[in-house]
Each structure stands twice: as C-alpha cells, then as structure tokens.
C-alpha cells in the first residue's frame, strides 16, 4: 500500500488481518508527507503498524528524480519565504497581478515553447493542486485553440461532476423503481441533451453541432412530457405536446430511441433477464455513448471509474 499514512485509521486493521496470517504486505510511508491530516487520515494510529514491520528507509530520492536535483532548495523556499532563493537555470517564475493572468501566461508559455521545438507536447504536463473547473477550462480552451490537445489526468473532481455520470444515474431512475426522488427537472432536461449526442471527434465539429436534443429543446420535452414519481418517474410519448412538430425530425427521432430503451429495460428487469446495475450501465454506455471510444481522456476515464465503483459497491 503506497502512502498509508494518507489513510484513515481503519486500514489499520485490514492490514493487520494480512499480517496476523503471515502474508506478504508492503507498504510505503513519507515521514513528510500527512497531507491529508484532518481530511480523514489518522497517521498517528497508522504509524503503530511499524512496530510489527522490517523498516527500510529510504529517505534519498532517486537519482533521476526532480527531487534528487532540486527537492531541498524548493522546501526551503516554501518553509522560509523570507529568504532570497537562488535562481535556477531550470525554472522560470511567472508573476502576474490576478489569477485569470496567470493562467493565461502559463498556456501561452506552454503554447510558445511547443512552437518553438523546445519540448515535444506529449512531454508537457501542467501540475496545479486543488485545480477547480474554472481554470481546467481556462487552460484546456487557450491550447486546444492553438491546436494542442488536452487530457486532464488523475482528476480529484467527483464521478458526478461529470455530465456523462450524471446522465446515466439520472437514466437509471426511469427503469429502476424507488429512485424518482433523484430526478428533477434539470437533471433530466441534462439528460436529454447528454445522451443524444452523435459520437464524433471533437476536432471535427463544435460541441452544438454533435447533440440531437439541443439545451431548449430538451427543457419543451421537461416540461411537457416528464412526470415526476418518487416511486416511478415517466416520460411521455412526445405526443404529449401539442406543438410537438417544432421539435424537428433530429429531435423526435432521439427521444423515441430513448423511450424505447427505457421501455426494454423495464421488461427485461420484470421478466428477470436484466443482468444488475452494471449490466444496464454496460448497455446504455453502448448505446447512448457508443462504447465510449470517441470521448474525450477525461470522459472516458470518468466512464470507467464509473463501471468500476458499480462493480465494486455490488460485490460488496
């Protein structure tokens, strides 16, 4: 287990169930780490583990490490900020006088030294911590509009911060009973729009272009066809609204294909033949997102944590 001491007090007694048998256990410990103290962890209590452990300190980086070259001098600067660092050839400090700024001059810095053949984009990474949505948004549109393409990696947000996620969980209270308390208005209206898109790369045309179910088409479709039940919420057959004809061909033909799953799913789950809840996500990712290859990184990997914490959450 790497970094236990980022760990709540309860992995304590897991791991000394693997102990207690003699099995092999491996764990790594940064005595100046605990950045999650307060947030959970307990390494105090996790650290009584080491009196039943062969110790191996290691307290050197590893020679090819940024630690190994520079680690000391960056402590040293951030534990002492009166003191005059000494300038390294290898860094470059921005100073700007607000925050939009800063993240303005970091893209185009990345973007110039990319142009300029100073390094290769895929040895590019932008390491912000805490880094809210505002400024991966920031970032991501200043280079993806120089023709730089962006993955955001090791993402710290929530699963149901992405609009993918949330479609899919608002999904499953239309054919699962029990859940109409989770699906509001918006959320569905979200729904709509998210689950009717064309798979296509991102680069070929914009974001308004790819959804068949356009943002005020999807809140008619609310409006008048929706029906809210704590038990069994509904949508209506598009009929239901008396001007339905100006929601256009594009429109009616997404929302019937997502009646008619719906409709499957609830058959298949009274007839027995529905495989769980991570069978029916499996399904509609297929379906509605086309098994996923063509969303972006981020996307994709919210999509897979997704199927993995279901898998997980239903074992247990």
């Not at 970032?139 to 090791?154: D, H, K, M, Y």
Request: aromatic letters at 8%; glycine letters at 6%; charged letters at 20%.
């Amino acid at each position: 287990m790497d970094d236990l001491d980022e760990y709540p007090a309860i992995a304590a007694h897991w791991l000394q169930v693997f102990m207690d048998r003699q099995l092999p256990v491996a764990i790594t410990w940064n005595p100046n780490g605990k950045v999650r103290l307060g947030l959970g962890a307990d390494p105090d209590e996790l650290e009584a583990l080491r009196a039943d452990c062969e110790v191996v300190t290691q307290l050197t980086p590893a020679p090819d490490s940024l630690a190994y070259d520079w680690g000391d001098r960056v402590v040293e600067w951030v534990m002492n900020p009166l003191s005059l660092p000494e300038p390294l050839v290898c860094f470059q400090t921005l100073q700007t006088t607000s925050r939009g700024e800063l993240l303005r001059q970091t893209a185009e810095t990345v973007a110039s030294a990319i142009a300029e053949g100073q390094v290769a984009a895929r040895d590019v990474a932008i390491i912000g911590p805490g880094l809210d949505a505002i400024a991966r948004y920031t970032l991501a549109e200043i280079l993806t509009r120089q023709g730089l393409p962006v993955a955001s990696l090791n993402d710290q947000r929530p699963l149901v911060n992405a609009p993918v996620v949330r479609a899919l969980l608002t999904l499953l209270t239309f054919v699962y009973p029990g859940l109409g308390r989770l699906a509001d208005k918006d959320a569905v209206a979200e729904m709509l729009v998210i689950l009717s898109q064309i798979p296509q790369a991102a680069e070929l045309s914009p974001w308004f272009a790819t959804i068949q179910i356009d943002p005020v088409r999807a809140e008619l479709l609310v409006d008048h066809c929706f029906v809210p039940h704590l038990e069994q919420p509904d949508l209506l057959p598009v009929e239901r609204f008396d001007r339905w004809d100006r929601l256009g061909y594009k429109a009616t033909e997404a929302y019937n294909r997502l009646l008619q799953w719906i409709a499957q799913q609830r058959q298949q789950l009274q007839q027995r033949l529905m495989p769980g809840v991570v069978g029916c996500l499996d399904r509609a990712i297929q379906t509605f997102y086309w098994g996923g290859n063509h969303l972006p990184p981020d996307q994709l990997t919210a999509l897979r944590e997704l199927m993995e914490t279901t898998q997980q959450y239903w074992t247990v």
